[in-house]
């Protein structure tokens, strides 16, 4: 089993840049796929961005891609979302998340492990 725990979140202004961390127990954390998810107020959760568990490999939701950057490091069982040029639309919570299958992809029901979440708002 592994436990996650997010941090990083907080109030900016549109344009500014946030970098929410995951930190992840257990000695096989490289063994995970990993991905990051938000949900909006009054909206369902959905998928933002994943990474292999080698790094090598990453997704984005077309929403942020070319603005936000998933990277993880096995060696302190963190993985990382850079979030760049934040519009008020990407306020919400995110969540990372972590599977034991080979990929995750951006079905939420494939993940098996979640965090509790952290609160971004971004303001216009």
């Known amino acids: 089993q592994v436990q996650l725990v997010e941090s990083g979140g907080g109030l900016v202004q549109a344009g500014g840049s946030l970098r929410l961390s995951c930190g992840a127990s257990?000695?096989?954390?490289?063994?995970?796929?990993m991905g990051w998810f938000r949900q909006a107020p009054g909206k369902e959760r959905e998928f933002v961005a994943t990474i292999t568990w080698s790094g090598g490999s990453t997704n984005y939701a077309t929403s942020v891609k070319g603005r936000f950057t998933i990277s993880r490091d096995n060696g302190k069982n963190t993985v990382t979302l850079q979030m760049n040029s934040l519009k008020p639309e990407d306020t919400a919570v995110y969540y990372c998340?972590?599977?034991?299958?080979?990929?995750?992809?951006?079905?939420?029901?494939?993940?098996?492990?979640w965090g509790q979440g952290t609160q971004v708002t971004v303001s216009s």
């Open positions: 998340a972590a599977t034991e299958r080979p990929y995750g992809g951006t079905d939420q029901s494939k993940y098996d492990y």
């Open positions: 257990g000695r096989t954390f490289s063994r995970y796929f």
